[in-house]
């Protein structure tokens, strides 16, 4: 009788499957251990303080729910987002005039291992699948970006590419600084504006159309 009937190892096996995607699953999160490439730095927390930091590629091994390690990137990183309006949905005011004006703007950046400013936003800028801080850092282009969009009328922004991607930029730094975010920016491009009335944009889209080239900040 040294066999396992079909019913007890129906149960083991529903069981082992359970253990093993719990395993990996909290494998992936970090909880025990945690894979970073070489082109990675790691932190580690212990009970939620950084233990280490700025460390180099390799295996880390945690104390489930006591330690956790977070890697990101060093190298340097793209995102594109629309921005303008409400986050994440195409509508809404964002200029002078109370027009819905987007910007598709693309960000080129680079997280510091800088120990203070990851303690403030170590799940933040913790890409897993999406690029280092990419909720944290598109709310804040968003935020710079109807913040100069309100500064002025639509014509006048869309007619200005130049002068609207230098304010933004500034506008966005600022926001870094004071919210201690770790990055470095490397440059902003400014892709393209988009409204619900195309025909408000004539000046910016026939330029576009010409030059067939993002504005890119200095």
Known sequence: ?????????????????????????????????????????????????????NLSSGIYLNVPFAQYTHDYNRQVQTLSFTTGGHYHIPFGASTEDQNSLLADMRLHYRVLPDKEKLGFHRWAMDGFVMPDGYWLLTQMMNDSANAVMGQATMAHTASHPEEYLQNFLEDFK??????????????????????????NMISYQKRDNQEKKPFVSP
């Open 1 to 53: 009788m040294g066999f396992l009937s079909s019913h007890t190892f129906k149960k083991a096996s529903k069981w082992g499957g359970i253990g093993v995607a719990l395993t990996l699953a909290l494998a992936d999160g970090g909880l025990l251990y945690n894979y970073a490439g070489s082109n990675k730095f790691v932190i580690k927390t212990t009970l939620g303080n950084i233990s280490s930091d």
């Open 174 to 199: 600022i926001r870094i600084e004071q919210n201690n975010i770790p990055i470095e920016v490397q440059s902003v491009e400014l892709k393209n504006f988009n409204t619900f009335l195309p025909s």
